[in-house]
């Protein structure tokens, strides 16, 4: 039998973050372990987290590991509403004929603002 790593890898916020500041540079100071946990894992589950409920925190997260924002992998076959363009923050897929597509990196942040 073959060993496979966690899916998904969490990793849960301290107690001891307190602040968006605290947050951001547990982010900065553990880059590499959690670049290193994205590429074993396949992905990082952020729980707790104050910094990603916001569309700006989230940027800052992403931004801070060195990452890129990727255009929404449905823009061609969905016209998601956009929490925010700039960010690259888009809603949830709420259409059951879109229920089958891969999404790749995203962030679990998300809201409905259409009707179902």
Not at 24 to 45: M, P, R, W, Y
Not at 72 to 82: C, I, M, Q, S, T
Request: hydrophobic share 45%; charged share 20%; aromatic share 6%.
């Amino acid at each position: 039998s073959v060993s496979l790593p966690a899916f998904p890898l969490e990793l849960v916020k301290d107690p001891l973050l307190r602040s968006a500041a605290d947050e951001l540079s547990f982010f900065v100071d553990n880059k590499a372990t959690i670049l290193n946990s994205i590429q074993e894992h396949g992905c990082v589950v952020l729980r707790g987290f104050d910094i990603t409920k916001q569309p700006a925190g989230f940027e800052s997260v992403w931004r801070s590991l060195g990452l890129e924002a990727c255009l929404d992998p449905l823009h061609a076959v969905a016209g998601r509403p956009v929490v925010s363009g700039r960010l690259a923050v888009y809603e949830a897929v709420n259409k059951p004929s879109r229920s089958r597509f891969h999404v790749g990196m995203h962030n679990e942040m998300v809201g409905t603002r259409a009707v179902r």
